[in-house]
């Protein structure tokens, strides 16, 4: 539906009575369905070679790595695209030292996702708090860029310390590394509220919690939901690194008792599938996005295709 | 017209703190009243404290002296029935044109269907009947104001503060909204405060004009416009009743925008 349209509707109603002089004859306009069926060829060839194009440099990386593991360089260091893809599939099809590859994928997961959930809502609650209340963020300022510059990391150790090897020490490491990101978008985005809308909604009516959540929450929503992208992945390294830091399970386990081992292919495979679990997460992600700003003028949309 | 005001500035004076650390009286000792159902259009030169004028009779400032009462009441707060349309844009841009609409309502307590059904029969009100579901983006600059109105007039307002509301259309469609209004508020009895920097467009519309001083604002003069209801906006403007009257508040106003201009030049050199 082309939005140029719309305007139609207020430009008509005052147009002249009858136009007077005969216009002279234009050049017939270009049959729109062929200039359309050639517009989509062209997209479809575009596509073609670019993943024709992507397949080829995959096929280059891995056949040079291979190619130089082989003859070149030392396996046992570098490992090879062989050797990982044999781990992988030996991870998968008989389990890891520790079990079933899916229980570490899940037991890793399971950690991420928890102390996502309680980082990002911890961190919009008090960035949307703190954006809205001027005098509150200015007491808080000094202490909030304090704690953002402890090298959050270590606190990994010490939560180890505080509750042991299960699950509660690393939900606790996630939490703190996504609070953070989440934090300083909602924190701008309930700060940076059009003025005007929020004078409008007191003008109709609204009151101070109709106000937060009708006007500061909405309008701060796509920046936190930019902040998720980073976070889920903040969120996945704390799990992996609150494991590493001491575990019993999970896919940073995976990885440390592989570097123990000097076992590289095991660091390769651990890392790519904790690759694709970011980038499943990373689709979800982009889903509720899309879902929750259907109201805005999308850019693929906007910038109607030129042909 | 002047017993029982529904809108009474009297004395008041807004000053702000500036972002230099000095202090920017933006009105100045100004006193006026506007009457029951009146149409009044307020002009003066380019930032010269109109919009401040505006703030102190809806409440969304206080008075930094003298009182401002609306309705017989000192204003604290938002007064009961007062409608604000604002210069730039302020319709959600995440809801659609009728949930817009709906939106007044609902902040003041109707249920999602009541309110939806106040809506949708402004919506058709104000020439938007078929577009109730689409997002402010897909409109043009004219129709997102008829949202604006009609999201003000649902709340039935008995008074209408306008802030230039119209200043960012094109000459044309800036026309048919002017009559569009004329046409929505006749028979409303509200009370109109239209703040304008275009004496056309104040005349056009109004049965007074307000002249303000160059800033610090305050009233210079009020003029009567002797021109008949309903108008048609195209067609009185070529009128020349409409040219008497033009030639008459402009005289006015020339000098409070010479020294506005001086001032700007000197702050310019």
């Known amino acids: 539906m082309s939005r140029e349209g719309l305007d139609v509707q207020e430009a008509v109603t005052d147009a002249p009575a009858a136009t007077t002089t005969a216009a002279p004859a234009r050049a017939p306009l270009p049959d729109t369905a062929a200039v359309q069926r050639q517009a989509s060829a062209a997209r479809r060839r575009r596509r073609a070679g670019m993943w024709a194009l992507r397949l080829l440099l995959v096929v280059v990386w891995l056949g040079s790595w291979e190619a130089a593991a082989t003859w070149w360089i030392d396996p046992f260091f570098y490992s090879k695209p062989s050797a990982i893809w044999h781990r992988l599939v030996e991870w998968f099809d008989i389990g890891t030292q520790f079990g079933s590859v899916w229980e570490q994928i899940l037991i890793t997961l399971e950690e991420a996702v928890l102390g996502f959930v309680i980082g990002a809502a911890a961190g919009v609650v008090l960035g949307v708090l703190l954006g809205r209340s001027r005098y509150l963020a200015d007491v808080l300022a000094p202490f909030i860029k304090a704690a953002n510059a402890v090298p959050r990391i270590v606190l990994a150790s010490l939560f180890i310390i505080w509750f042991g090897f299960g699950l509660a020490s690393k939900v606790a490491t996630v939490v703190v590394l996504v609070f953070f990101a989440v934090f300083f978008n909602a924190f701008t985005g309930a700060r940076e509220v059009d003025r005007n809308l929020l004078d409008n909604a007191r003008i109709l009516g609204a009151s101070r919690l109709q106000v937060l959540g009708t006007i500061v929450l909405p309008s701060a929503t796509s920046w936190i939901l930019s902040s998720l992208h980073t976070a889920f992945g903040f969120a996945l390294i704390g799990a992996v690194v609150g494991e590493y830091a001491g575990a019993s399970k999970g896919l940073g386990l995976l990885i440390s008792n592989a570097q123990g081992t000097f076992d590289s292919a095991g660091i390769y495979a651990g890392m790519i599938i904790i690759t694709v679990v970011a980038l499943v997460a990373e689709w979800l992600l982009t889903m509720l996005e899309n879902r929750l700003l259907r109201w805005r003028p999308s850019a693929s949309r906007s910038s109607a295709e030129v042909v | ?269």
Not at chain 2, 8 to 23: E, H, I, N, Q, Y
Not at chain 2, 90 to 95: D, S
Not at chain 2, 159 to 184: G, K
């Open chain 2, 1 to 269: 017209m002047t017993e029982d005001p529904v809108i009474r500035l009297r004395g008041a004076t807004k000053r702000f703190r500036s972002s230099s650390g000095g202090v920017h009286t933006a009105v100045h000792d100004l006193t006026m009243t506007v009457g029951r159902g009146e149409f009044v259009a307020v002009v003066g030169p380019t930032g010269c404290g109109k919009s401040t004028t505006l703030s102190l009779v809806s409440g969304l400032e206080p008075p930094s002296e003298g009182e401002a009462v609306v309705n017989g009441r000192p204003v604290t707060g938002i007064p009961d029935g007062v409608g604000y349309m604002f210069q730039a844009d302020a319709i959600l841009p995440w809801r659609t044109v009728l949930d817009n609409v709906a939106t007044g309502p609902r902040y003041r307590g109707a249920s999602k269907r009541e309110a939806r059904e106040r809506a949708r029969d402004w919506v058709r009100r104000v020439g938007l009947a078929g577009f109730e579901d689409y997002y402010p983006h897909q409109l043009s600059g004219g129709m997102r104001k008829r949202v604006a109105m009609a999201q003000t007039l649902v709340n039935e307002p008995s008074i209408l503060l306008m802030d230039e509301p119209f200043s960012a259309l094109d000459v044309q469609t800036r026309a048919l909204m002017q009559d569009e209004l004329l046409r929505l508020w006749s028979g409303t009895g509200a009370a109109v405060v239209f703040v304008t920097h275009d004496l056309e467009e104040a005349i056009c519309l109004a049965d007074r004009v307000l002249v303000m001083t160059a800033s610090p604002a305050t009233v210079k003069a009020s003029f009567t416009v002797p021109l008949a209801r309903p108008r048609d906006v195209e067609r009185i403007r070529l009128s020349t009743e409409f040219l008497d009257v033009y030639r008459e508040i402009w005289e006015s106003l020339r000098e409070e925008v010479e020294k506005t201009r001086e001032r700007g030049g000197k702050r310019v050199a």
